[in-house]
Each structure stands twice: as structure tokens, then as C-alpha cells.
């Protein structure tokens, strides 16, 4: 089954750009979700298709997509970003969704 | 606005079944994918698999033996089964919405609790 591979964690400074990177083979040719989930909260997406943002996600997150891997890139980062962050594919060989491990966005 | 709302028991027993509903409101159950994700304590999220209004399902493979879902549109609502439970069972479950094949989810619902326990 197809594997989405995520680093466990990443840490930044506060005003720093994070990248979170989600890996899984020819990954570009598919279309990648990234999900933003704090503590006690059910996910919330805020990239969708690849580099999409939905109305109320700021700016500052951003996305890309191409040959092996995916990235989601937090831009001037803030204590509020701290979060848990999970990408998500649909795994067209076998009819289902993929989420990635997910990566622990720390804020220093 | 869609919202949902999971219901079911909180304890389940080893062995038994673990049944779950979520309530659709302020919009139509017909026109979405609708999906069951769960999370176990400080660990990721796993998809257990997805219904369609026309009652079509796809399911993850690993769970596949012992997962059922069924839908009600009537009641605008939507369920889970899953059986033979363990402990490795024990996690928030989510009912998300999905538009379309390859979109994202959203909404979600607030998860609910579930513990397998005797």
C-alpha cells in the first residue's frame, strides 16, 4: 500500500520559515493535503490540492508538490503555529486515503 | 454551514463491537464522501475508510475484516461498525466529510473517545 513518510519533528525559531516535507513514490503526481491539529482539536486543513489555501489560513502557509516529495512551508512562524501537521493523499491504485505519520512543529 | 456530531458508547468490552453514529446538520448528507478517521492517544491519524450517499464504500485494507459501515439519509446519518475490538482499538474516532474523491476533509466532526476495556 502506498506509504506517506513524514519527519516526527521539525523545530524553528520564532520569524523563521519551517518546511515540512511528506514523502511517498511520484507523490507529485497525486493531489496532497496538509492538515494543521493542536492539542484536544479535530484536524483543520490549510493546504489543499497541493498549494491551495483555504479562506481564513494565513498567508504565511504555503505548499508544493513534485517528484517524490511534498512540502508545506510555514513562513515567519508563530508560537501559534506550534501544532501537529499531517499530509494526505487518495491512494488511487487501492481506493484509499493516506495520511502521513505527522510532524510536530515545535516553535523555540 | 455541514456540521457533525459523534455518538456511541465511550466503553466498548474485548471482543465486542464498537458502533458509532455521526449526525449530519445544516446541509445534505447526499453530497458528500463520508469518511470515519481515528486518532490514538499521541499518535496519528488513521482512516478506517469511507460511505457515499448510494451506500458504496471503500475501506482500509487493514481493518477491512472488521469494519462495516451503513448509512441513513433519511435520518441524516451515517455509522460504523467495527468488530472484535482490542485494545488497539482504543482512540478518539472522527467522522469527517469528504466532496469528492482525491479533496480533502472537511468538515470533521469533534471526535469522541472510545476505550476498550473489560
Known amino acids: 500500500s502506498y506509504v506517506l513518510t513524514q519527519p516526527p519533528s521539525v523545530s524553528v525559531a520564532p520569524g523563521k520559515t519551517a518546511r515540512i516535507t511528506c514523502g511517498g513514490n511520484?507523490?507529485?503526481?497525486?493531489?496532497v493535503h496538509w492538515f494543521q491539529q493542536k492539542p484536544g482539536q479535530a484536524p483543520v486543513v490549510v493546504i489543499y490540492?497541493?498549494?491551495d489555501r483555504p479562506s481564513g489560513i494565513p498567508e504565511r502557509f504555503s505548499g508544493s508538490n513534485s517528484g517524490n516529495t511534498a512540502t508545506l512551508t510555514i513562513s515567519r512562524v508563530e508560537a501559534g503555529d506550534e501544532a501537529d501537521y499531517y499530509c494526505?493523499?487518495?491512494?488511487?491504485?487501492?481506493?484509499?486515503?493516506?495520511f502521513g505519520g505527522g510532524t510536530r512543529l515545535t516553535v523555540l | 454551514q455541514v456540521q457533525l456530531q459523534e455518538s456511541g458508547p465511550g466503553l466498548v468490552k474485548p471482543s465486542e463491537t464498537l458502533s458509532l453514529t455521526c449526525t449530519v446538520s445544516?446541509?445534505?448528507?447526499?453530497?458528500?464522501?463520508w469518511n470515519w478517521i481515528r486518532q490514538p492517544a499521541g499518535k496519528g491519524l488513521e482512516w478506517i475508510g469511507r460511505?457515499?450517499?448510494?451506500?458504496?464504500?471503500n475501506y482500509n485494507p487493514s481493518l477491512k475484516s472488521r469494519v462495516t459501515m451503513s448509512i441513513d439519509t433519511s435520518r441524516n446519518q451515517f455509522s460504523l461498525k467495527l468488530s472484535s475490538v482490542t485494545a488497539a482499538d482504543t482512540a478518539i474516532y472522527y467522522c469527517?466529510?469528504?466532496?469528492?474523491?482525491?479533496?480533502?476533509?472537511?468538515?470533521w466532526g469533534q471526535g469522541t473517545l472510545v476505550t476498550v476495556s473489560s
Open positions: 445544516d446541509g445534505s448528507i447526499s453530497n458528500y464522501y
Open positions: 469527517a466529510g469528504e466532496k469528492s474523491t482525491r479533496s480533502w476533509f472537511d468538515p
Open positions: 494526505q493523499v487518495w491512494d488511487n491504485s487501492s481506493d484509499h486515503q493516506v
Open positions: 511520484n507523490i507529485g503526481r497525486k493531489s
Open positions: 460511505i457515499y450517499a448510494s451506500g458504496s464504500t
Open positions: 490540492y497541493d498549494s
